[in-house]
Every structure is written in structure tokens, then in C-alpha cells.
């Protein structure tokens, strides 16, 4: 089936391109990629907002731009692989077809429903060196204007903690070669892109709801290397956000408030009929004035549905030029005094006077009570994500970190440590003893001399038998 299907998607855009121009079979090349391992989250109910957390991850782009045809929605080649923990959850991003050929075409078929191409072109699916956001009609209109050395546009899935979300997400990501975030650790978003400042932005929607209640993930690279024709784009590790205004104020991109999702036009300001000074028609409308006699006359029905045509008197018409000099009398075109006619409510009576009354509007509590109508939200479209808004009656609501779950109560304050000398000190080291204070170690005694002793007497010899005398 590989070759049936690779001739019929060459002669579609073959066909798309009169004489085949736009077409190639290798096309230009290009490559982004992390230089150090950190990336942030995007929390809050839209994408390319102000709140990140910080995490740790990695990405790698590379795109082979083949078709050149703006009407082409696939035909070109790319590889994305991004991934980011951030809290105690791991996302994983990875494209798996470049652009949006027919489902017959793909191989595995997602087992979601695929999503539809994004409203603008994408020549293939991918674009080197163009604008990107804001006013230029490509991404997402509600940020900055940008410029992306390549931009991808295909279907991929999405990890998260390594269970797969879907494998139907539809999946954008740009190697801007001039950012719009700030680079100290605020990560706002500015107003004016600065070239040398090099980005990486992955947005991806069309996920499950039951998995992902906004309906997108968004992450952003700072510290990237991008690469195009194995030339290497210049850029510096940090772009300062301070500095003199821009050359021309029309480089900046300002967000009108129609370029979010189901947002409702501003109310225009009110406009006034201008009226002719003297004519007594200013501030009237609907009231058609024609010159008649000198007596006045009001007839109803005779202009507009709803108007009532007046006929005014005329006065006789001066002369062109001469003194200034009336004869005659003429009769006065009004009461000099006339009654006043009052349409509406008196105050402090419930009596209504004139034709064109209007009823006093309910009140609870001495508060007027009316009404409003809601807008109506338009079908969700490439700029509309399902989901709820995570918000307090009146006042946005911070969405929590990935991190922190709601079941988990919040952490104590650390109290401050007791004082050392609250204990009972440790008593000092005593002097020892004086070697002296105790009785000394006796002397060995002198032993006795050996003449100490009393001498003993001799023994004596033993004498012999005593002999007879003599």
C-alpha cells in the first residue's frame, strides 16, 4: 500500500502547484534543540500568557521543508520530541505526522478523532523563515508578533506520568529566532520581539477533557540552538528587557480585544445627527421640517413609520440688500407663553402626562431591576479550546501548581525557634584539684638491717661420754 498511496499524495500536490513549482523531494533543512535542561509551564485558562512554573526537560526540532504550495496541508517532514516535568507531573510531546493528510493516508490511524487543519496556511506543514503570531493571520493572534526560523504544524501524542492522553493532539512548534518572553525570571510576555533571542514554543491542543481540563499543555525553551542549512542562527544567552523605544512603533502588535475566543466587539461610541443652527431641528431626529404658511400645522402619519411631520411657519424673505427695514405686522408663529408638555413620569406621583410614557422599571430594595443578553459563543474553532474557565465570581482565580493538589492541606508557618537561654544552662567545667590537697602516697618503709635482730648464741659442740675420774 506504501506505493499506491505515496504516488497518489505526489500527484495531489504535483496537482495543487501549476507546473510543479513549490515541489521538491529534498527540500531546505533546519534543526532546534536544548542547550541546558530547564523549560517552562504554562498555567492559566489560555495559552501564551504571563504564568509559568519553572520545570526541567528537553527539546529537539527538525524539519524538512519539501512543499512550497500555500494550499498544501501535508507533504513536508518533521520530528519533535519534547518533554518536561514540572511538580510531580512529567508531560511528553511527540509528533507523529507532519500536517493533516487524510486518515487512509496515516499509518497506524490515531484512535481518536482527527482534528482539522488550523485556519491558515501552513504549506505543508511546515514554514522557514516567516512572521509568526499576532496580526499576521499564522498561530495564535492573541500574543506577540514574532518571527520563526521553522514552524511545524502535524499530529502527535501526548504523555503524561507515561500514560498516554491521546494520540490525535494536534500539535505546533516554533524555533523563533527572535522571542518575545523576557529572559530574567518573570518570563512575561513583551510587546516587541527582539531578534537574538532564541525560543522554542510547543503548543499542544485537542486534548481529552476527563484528562485535561484547558484542553492544551503549552510549554517554552529559553536556552536553544538553532540550526538552518547547517548554518547556526545567531543569538546571545540573555537579551536585556530594558532599553529605548523601538525604531517604529509599527513593529509592535497591539492585541485588540476581538483576537480572543468568543470575545464580543466593543460597543461603538454614539453618534449624533448634527443639526443647522436657528432651524430648531438639532438634536431631533426623524422630524422632516418644510416651509409653509404663516400659521402653524401638525399632521401625523404623513412622513416615516413612527415620525410625525411638523410645518413650521416661514418668515417672508429679506431682501438682498438695502437698510435693513420691515413694514407691516406680523402674527406671532407661537404662544408667547406656551404650556409646557411634559412626557414621562412626575417625580413623586405615578400620574402620567402627554403622549410617549414610559413605565417606571421594577424595583427590589430601591435598586432598579433590568436585564442583559449573553453573547452567543461561536463553534469551537482553532482558537477556541474546551474546558471550563477556572475562575471566582469577579475575580480570575490563580490556577493552582502542578504540584500542589487540592486534597493536600496547605503547609503550617514556620514558627520561630525559642531563644537559647530559654534552658537551663549548661553549668561550667570545675577546676580540678590541686595535685597537693590530697595526703601524699606513702613512702616504702626502710627495710630493717640484718643486725637489728639479737644475736643467738652458738650452738654448742656435743660433748663425749664423760670418762672415769681420775
Do not use: C
Amino acid at each position: 500500500m506504501a506505493g499506491p498511496i505515496t504516488s497518489i499524495l505526489l500527484s495531489g500536490v504535483l496537482a495543487a502547484a501549476p507546473g510543479g513549482e513549490g515541489v521538491t523531494f529534498e527540500g531546505r533543512e533546519a534543526s532546534a534543540r536544548t542547550e541546558q535542561p530547564d523549560g517552562y509551564f504554562f498555567q492559566g485558562s489560555l495559552p501564551f500568557g504571563d504564568l509559568t512554573e519553572r520545570g526541567t526537560g528537553q527539546v529537539s526540532l527538525s524539519v524538512q521543508d519539501r512543499v512550497g504550495v500555500s494550499s498544501a496541508t501535508f507533504g513536508d517532514k518533521a520530528r519533535l520530541s519534547a518533554s518536561l516535568r514540572v511538580g510531580g507531573a512529567e508531560y511528553r510531546v511527540e509528533l507523529t505526522q507532519t500536517g493533516f493528510p487524510p486518515a487512509q493516508a496515516m499509518s497506524p490511524a490515531p484512535a481518536g478523532p482527527l482534528p482539522p487543519p488550523p485556519p491558515h496556511l501552513i504549506e505543508g506543514g511546515v514554514l522557514m523563515g516567516t512572521p509568526i503570531y499576532g496580526e499576521t493571520g499564522i498561530g495564535w493572534r492573541a500574543t506577540t508578533r514574532a518571527h520563526a526560523a521553522m514552524a511545524v504544524w502535524g499530529i502527535g501524542s501526548v504523555w503524561r506520568n507515561g500514560a498516554l492522553l491521546t494520540d490525535s493532539a494536534l500539535v505546533h512548534a516554533a524555533a523563533l529566532d527572535a522571542g518575545t518572553y523576557a529572559d530574567d525570571d518573570t518570563k512575561r510576555l513583551l510587546r516587541e520581539a527582539r531578534p537574538g533571542d532564541a525560543e522554542v514554543v510547543v503548543v499542544v491542543w485537542n486534548l481529552p477533557p476527563q484528562a485535561e481540563p484547558r484542553g492544551f499543555i503549552q510549554f517554552l525553551f529559553d536556552n536553544v540552538s538553532i540550526e538552518v542549512e547547517g548554518t547556526r542562527v545567531p543569538s546571545v544567552e540573555v537579551v536585556p528587557t530594558t532599553g529605548d523605544l523601538p525604531s517604529s512603533l509599527a513593529v509592535l502588535t497591539p492585541v485588540s480585544p476581538t483576537a480572543f475566543p468568543a470575545a464580543v466587539a466593543p460597543m461603538p461610541a454614539p453618534r449624533f445627527s448634527q443639526g443647522t443652527g436657528g432651524s430648531g431641528t438639532a438634536g431631533t431626529t426623524g422630524v422632516a421640517t418644510t416651509a409653509g404658511p404663516a400659521t402653524g400645522a401638525v399632521s401625523r402619519g404623513a412622513g416615516a413609520a413612527g415620525t410625525t411631520t411638523v410645518i413650521l411657519p416661514s418668515a417672508p424673505a429679506l431682501p438682498s440688500a438695502g437698510p435693513e427695514t420691515f413694514s407691516g405686522s406680523f402674527a406671532p408663529s407661537a404662544p408667547t407663553n406656551p404650556p409646557p408638555v411634559v412626557s414621562g413620569v412626575s417625580p413623586g406621583s405615578t400620574a402620567t402626562v402627554g403622549q410617549g410614557t414610559f413605565a417606571t422599571p421594577p424595583t427590589v430594595a430601591g435598586v432598579s431591576v433590568g436585564g442583559f443578553t449573553a453573547p452567543q459563543v461561536s463553534a469551537p474553532d482553532f482558537n477556541t479550546f474546551v474546558g471550563t474557565t477556572q475562575v471566582s465570581p469577579g475575580i480570575p482565580s490563580t490556577v493552582p501548581p502542578l504540584s500542589q493538589s487540592s486534597g493536600t492541606p496547605a503547609s503550617p508557618i514556620v514558627g520561630t525557634p525559642a531563644p537559647l537561654n530559654t534552658s537551663t544552662p549548661t553549668p561550667l567545667v570545675g577546676t580540678p584539684a590541686p595535685l597537693n590537697s590530697s595526703p601524699g602516697i606513702a613512702l616504702p618503709a626502710t627495710p630493717a638491717p640484718a643486725n637489728a635482730a639479737p644475736a643467738t648464741a652458738p650452738v654448742a659442740a656435743p660433748g663425749g661420754a664423760a670418762g672415769p675420774a681420775r
